[in-house]
C-alpha cells in the first residue's frame, strides 16, 4: 500500500470497520480553481446555451470531507428529505462541479505538468488538487454467493485493458444534497452487470481512493450479492445493457489470487499478460485480502 500513501482520502482505517458508515451526504463545495458551485453551474449553463457543452457532460468533483464525529450540524439542516438519522452514522463530502472536458484535460496531461500543477495547489492552498477537475465515480467489487471477488478488464479509450470494478461517473444535481454514491453505485453494478439492487443484501463503503496522476477519485464499495459465480463465468452478465464497459471479468476465488494480481497483474488462469490495476481497485481489493474473514461472515 506504499504506493497510495496520502491518495486515499477516507480509507478503510477511518471507517473504523466494515459498514460503519452508513451513509455519504454531499454539501455544495468548489469547482477547480476556487470556483464557487454556483459560479461553476452559471458558467455550465452558458456552455450549454452557446452548444459547447452538453448536459451529460456535467460530472462531480471532489472538494473535500468531514471525517465522522467531527460534524455537528443535523443533517436534517442540509437535506430536508433526510429522515430518522437517529444511530446512523455518516461522512459529508464537499462536491463541486466538473465536466468531462475538465477531466479530460488532466487526463491527457502529462505526469511532470501534472505534478507541477499539484505542487503549486500546495503552495498556494495547501490542496494539491485546486487546480484539477478531480471528478467522482463509484467502483464497485462484486462478492458471489460462494464468496468469490469479480471485478472486470476494462474496454474504454481512457485506462483500456486495467482491472477495475464495475464502475463509472456520479451523476451530478444542482441541488447537491441529492447526490447520491450508494444509488452510483448500486446504477453502474445493474448497468454493466446486470445485478440489481434487490440482488445486493448488503453493500459496504471501504474507502475514497484518488488516482495519482489526476486525483480523480471513486467511492469504493463491496456487494454482497445473492447472485452465483456460474452468472459471471457463463457470460449471462453479458446481456447488461452497458456489458460493453468490459473486455471480460476476472472472478478471484481467495486471498492468495487477489495477493497475485496486486503483486504481478496476473489473473487466474493466465500468466501471458500482466494487468494494471486501477488505484481504487486496488486498495478495495487489498482491504478484502487482509480483511477476507469479515467479508465472508
Avoid at 480509507?11 to 470556483?35: M, V
Avoid at 452559471?42 to 452557446?50: D, L, P, Q, T, Y
Avoid at 505526469?111 to 477537475?133: A, I, M, Q, V
Avoid at 470494478?165 to 454514491?181: D, L, N, V
Wanted: charged share 30%; aromatic share 10%; with cysteine.
Amino acid at each position: 500500500m506504499a504506493e497510495f500513501k496520502g491518495i486515499v482520502q477516507i480509507g478503510y482505517e477511518n471507517l473504523i470497520g466494515i459498514n460503519r458508515i452508513e451513509d455519504i451526504f454531499a454539501e455544495k463545495g468548489n469547482g477547480k480553481a476556487g470556483a464557487s458551485f454556483d459560479g461553476k453551474v452559471a458558467e455550465f449553463e452558458n456552455k450549454i446555451k452557446e452548444c459547447s457543452m452538453e448536459e451529460r457532460d456535467w460530472k462531480c468533483r471532489y472538494d473535500s470531507h468531514i471525517e465522522p464525529g467531527s460534524y455537528s450540524r443535523p443533517y436534517h439542516i442540509i437535506n430536508p428529505d433526510w429522515e430518522n438519522p437517529n444511530g446512523r452514522s455518516y461522512v459529508v463530502v464537499n462536491i463541486g462541479p466538473t465536466s468531462w472536458q475538465e477531466w479530460r484535460e488532466d487526463y491527457k496531461r502529462s505526469e511532470h505538468d501534472s505534478d507541477k500543477l499539484k505542487e503549486r495547489g500546495l503552495n498556494e492552498y495547501y490542496d494539491e488538487g485546486f487546480y484539477l477537475s478531480q471528478g467522482l465515480g463509484a467502483a464497485v467489487l462484486t462478492l458471489t454467493t460462494e464468496g468469490d471477488v469479480v471485478v472486470g478488464i476494462r474496454q474504454s479509450d481512457s485506462y483500456d485493458g486495467a482491472i477495475h470494478g464495475a464502475a463509472g461517473w456520479m451523476q451530478f444535481h444542482r441541488e447537491a444534497y441529492k447526490i447520491s454514491a450508494r444509488n452510483d453505485a448500486l446504477r453502474e453494478l445493474a448497468e454493466e452487470l446486470g445485478v440489481v439492487e434487490s440482488c445486493v443484501p448488503r453493500l459496504d463503503l471501504v474507502g475514497l481512493v484518488a488516482y495519482p496522476k489526476t486525483l480523480e477519485a471513486d467511492f469504493v464499495y463491496v456487494a454482497r450479492t445473492n447472485v452465483e459465480r456460474d452468472y459471471f463465468t457463463s457470460g449471462k452478465w453479458k446481456s447488461a445493457v452497458d456489458a460493453k464497459e468490459h473486455k471480460e471479468l476476472v472472478v478471484l476465488a481467495n486471498p492468495d489470487e487477489i495477493g497475485r494480481l496486486l503483486e504481478d497483474g496476473k489473473v487466474p488462469g493466465s500468466d501471458l499478460i500482466q494487468y494494471e490495476v486501477l488505484a481504487s481497485t486496488h486498495y478495495g481489493l487489498d482491504v478484502m485480502m487482509k480483511n477476507w474473514g469479515k467479508f465472508h461472515k
